[in-house]
């Protein structure tokens, strides 16, 4: 049984969002402009490895990738264009992952609190200048939030019928097959095949029936390239381990959840406080452990061989890009306040305070979901964001890209489960200054050079 039933997604809503979605979207894409981290990256890895597809249709040589993904999607893309879209028609069809993005999370938020909440718990996310850029620009990340929020969300409001568990395993094989790294998003399908199963082999039937589609896919690329990603790009991003992702993602939640955090604490009884606290400094005692000094890596010279910026991106320092084991922690605002903030033996004092609050913060809103009769969905959805952070502790580069739209997503979710009923205008105060903070952002570094960067061109 679904744990909440909100009823059918009233279609104005839909048609309101698609209305905003192309006013942000559409004119930005015609308009051209670039000169962002996402347009580079379009133009440098995804549209080149498009064409290379394209061209050695219908056999493309998948282990001579020119993007650190798996290929699912420019596999899509690399059809559409063999059948004669133009790059232009391409990037509209891409963008349509971000307005489904934008679907997905707000159906399930509106599953546990109603449509009209639900959109303002979402927006934040909806508008963060990596959603935006991501539908902007043609990248992966739209698309992979779309199915990886697809594939938590059916196991997180609960199997309806069986059906459910073999979508779920279909979406998580699909999510990996747009970005290998995003395997834990079957985490919340394999706790509820394993909670719901009844006998021991039941249990254990459901399990294989939901991973093993997409454990399959990422053990076959991984046999293919020989390790996590394509050989090309195994020097930049490939690692043994990484735990200053650890750090950051705790600190990405304290940084957004500090909006949330004067309505969090005002509805926590005395012993949530308690655990809130605990969770605090347990928070920044982990956050201490690893380096989180501002570092940034450059890729090496052979991986941008035959991209646009090939002698623009400056020397790569040999002592820096050595293979795997070495990290780099940059790319973001956040990284960009750490780097101005004071460090303590390698240690961003920045980064390490905003850990301890957000893990107060997500130990306020399970605390919330749990009294509100919704506390498995949090702790399943939890279990998830800590596979997200396992996931990234593998690669070498900790861009703040990887991070954000996760941690505004489930921020969302959980405000959503930790409020079926009540109005709270605290919390509605607090979104919506989240919400402006992300949109000014996206106004500033997505938005802007879409219209006054310089001209892309075509591919």
């Not at 249990?203 to 076959?220: E, F, I, K, S, W």
């Not at 010279?301 to 991106?313: I, L, N, S």
């Not at 990887?402 to 489930?410: A, I």
Request: glycine content about 10%; overall charge positive.
């Amino acid at each position: 049984m679904r744990e909440s039933h909100a009823g059918r997604a009233p279609w104005m809503w839909m048609l309101g969002f698609a209305a905003v979605f192309v006013a942000l979207v559409i004119p930005a894409i015609v308009a051209g402009g670039g000169g962002t981290s996402q347009a580079n990256d379009m133009m440098d890895y995804h549209s080149i490895e498009i064409r290379r597809i394209e061209t050695q249709w219908p056999t493309p040589d998948l282990r001579d990738a020119f993007t650190t993904t798996t290929p699912g999607f420019h596999l899509l893309l690399a059809g559409l264009a063999k059948l004669g879209c133009s790059p232009l028609a391409l990037r509209m069809i891409a963008a349509l992952a971000g307005f489904a993005a934008w679907l997905i999370a707000w159906r399930l938020a509106a599953a546990w609190c109603g449509a009209a909440r639900a959109t303002l718990l979402i927006a934040p996310m909806a508008v963060s200048p990596y959603v935006l850029g991501s539908a902007i620009w043609l990248t992966t990340d739209a698309v992979a939030l779309a199915l990886g929020a697809a594939t938590m969300g059916l196991a997180l409001v609960g199997w309806r019928r069986s059906r459910d568990a073999w979508a779920t395993a279909v979406l998580g094989a699909g999510t990996v097959l747009v970005r290998q790294i995003m395997l834990w998003c079957i985490v919340p399908g394999v706790l509820r095949a394993w909670m719901d199963g009844g006998s021991l082999p039941t249990r254990v039937r459901g399990v294989a029936r939901v991973a093993l589609p997409a454990v399959a896919c990422v053990v076959a690329f991984f046999l293919l390239w020989g390790g996590s990603m394509p050989p090309r790009f195994q020097p930049f991003h490939q690692a043994v381990w990484n735990p200053a992702a650890i750090t950051f993602a705790l600190a990405m939640m304290g940084a957004c959840g500090i909006f949330l955090l004067p309505w969090i604490w005002t509805r926590l009884n005395r012993a949530m406080r308690r655990g809130a606290l605990v969770a605090a400094v347990i928070g920044v005692a982990m956050a201490a452990v690893p380096s989180s000094d501002y570092r940034k890596v450059l890729p090496p010279d052979a991986q941008r061989v035959g991209t646009r910026t090939e002698k623009t991106w400056g020397p790569t320092a040999p002592h820096v890009v050595k293979g795997a084991g070495e990290v780099g922690r940059w790319g973001g605002p956040l990284w960009d306040a750490a780097k101005a903030a004071p460090v303590v033996a390698g240690r961003s004092t920045l980064l390490v305070g905003l850990a301890g609050l957000g893990a107060a913060v997500l130990t306020g809103l399970w605390s919330l979901a749990d009294r509100a009769g919704r506390g498995r969905s949090a702790g399943m959805l939890l279990f998830a964001m800590a596979g997200m952070v396992a996931a990234q502790c593998l690669n070498a580069q900790t861009f703040e890209r990887y991070f954000d739209p996760w941690v505004l997503l489930s921020i969302g979710w959980l405000a959503a489960m930790a409020t079926p009923h009540a109005r709270e205008r605290s919390l509605s105060v607090g979104m919506l200054l989240l919400a402006a903070a992300q949109i000014g952002m996206s106004m500033a570094v997505v938005l802007r050079p879409a219209f006054t960067g310089p001209a892309l061109g075509n591919w």
